[in-house]
């Protein structure tokens, strides 16, 4: 939302907030969504990179 305020450019958040005030649930919703989704593959890709960077993880469990 800052980033979208300093330079001017529509995006996620000012359409998150404008949906807000203008209860538009669908919307509202749909944004939660990505954003969760979003989350958690990053979350994801985190963890999956930091096995690879440091070797002294190890998976457990698997033979």
Known sequence: FITETVFGWPGMGRLGINSIFSM????IMAITMMTSIMVILGNLIADLFYILVDPRIKVVGHK
């Not at 538009?24 to 919307?27: F, G, K, L, Q």
């Open 24 to 27: 538009d649930y669908p919307v």
